[in-house]
C-alpha cells in the first residue's frame, strides 16, 4: 500500500505516518497534539544596542555614532514581527519543529497533521473493530 501524502513542500512532508521537516522525522503515532506556535521577536540584542548608543550620546566624540545607533536599534525594537512555528507534542514534551514568519504556510502545515492524525486514528480504530 502506497504511503497517503496530507503535504508536500520543499522538505517539509507530511504523510499518513511521518512528518518529515528537514533532516528531522517524527512518527504521526508519536505526536499527540499540534499547533501554531507564536514566537515573539529576540528583543534582548536590541535593548542592549539600545543602552550602549544612549551611553554613547555621553561620549562628546561618539555622540553621532551613539544616536544613529540608537534610532536603529529602536525602529527594529518597535517594527520586529513575530514568527510562527508547527509545535508538536511527542512523549518528550512539546517541540517547536519548524518556523515561519509566514503564518498561512505554518498553518497549512498544521491543518495537514491534524488530518493525518485524524485518518490515522480512524485506521486504527477501524483495525480494531475487525478483530
Known sequence: MEEKIFYQNGDVS?????????????????ISSV?????????????IVVLIGALSLLAEQARLFGAIVLVIAVIY??????????RITINSGETDCLFS????YVG???????????EVGRSHSDDHLRI
Open 108 to 118: 497549512a502545515i498544521v491543518n495537514a497533521l491534524n488530518g493525518a492524525i485524524v
Open 14 to 30: 507530511v504523510t499518513q505516518s511521518r512528518f518529515i521537516v528537514g533532516d528531522k522525522t517524527f512518527a504521526l503515532r508519536n
Open 77 to 86: 525594537i518597535f517594527t520586529a514581527k513575530s514568527g510562527f512555528s508547527v
Open 101 to 104: 514568519k509566514d503564518k498561512k
Open 35 to 47: 499547533q501554531v506556535g507564536l514566537i515573539g521577536p529576540n528583543r534582548t540584542l536590541y535593548s
